[in-house]
């Protein structure tokens, strides 16, 4: 057994989609259809994001959240702030080596520094 996706829950379906296409640089397995599409990693190396319009709102904070890895923390956060993401607000403390931030519809992720520096 794995794990295959992890799906997101979104009221604003066109948003999110817009968002963590762009944000993971993932392309569609297939096209959307009807509020539900998988997002794959074009070279099939890393899990698949699912996004899944539900109408209820979310509520309070996620109970699950993606870390993404990265060798370029300071071009990502500020790739992802363009894209929509808002900076969670947090103390950080020392020796973090994540910044947390929020997808346009309140979902926390963290962008995790790998660059080894």
């Not at 295959?4 to 993932?26: E, K, Q």
């Not at 969670?88 to 020392?94: D, H, K, L, Y």
Request: charged residues 25%; glycine residues 8%; proline residues 9%.
């Amino acid at each position: 057994m794995y794990v295959g996706s992890v799906v997101i829950d979104c009221n604003d379906f066109p948003a999110m989609y817009a968002f963590w296409t762009a944000a993971l640089r993932y392309v569609p397995r297939d096209p959307p259809e009807d509020g539900w599409a998988v997002l794959r990693d074009p070279d099939g190396d890393h899990v698949n994001v699912s996004l899944q319009l539900v109408p209820e709102p979310r509520i309070g904070k996620n109970r699950l959240h993606l870390d993404l890895y990265t060798a370029d923390p300071a071009g990502e956060l500020a790739r992802l702030l363009e894209l929509g993401a808002v900076r969670f607000p947090r103390t950080p403390e020392a020796g973090d080596d994540f910044v947390t931030l929020q997808d346009p519809e309140g979902n926390l992720f963290d962008v995790i520094d790998k660059s080894g520096g």
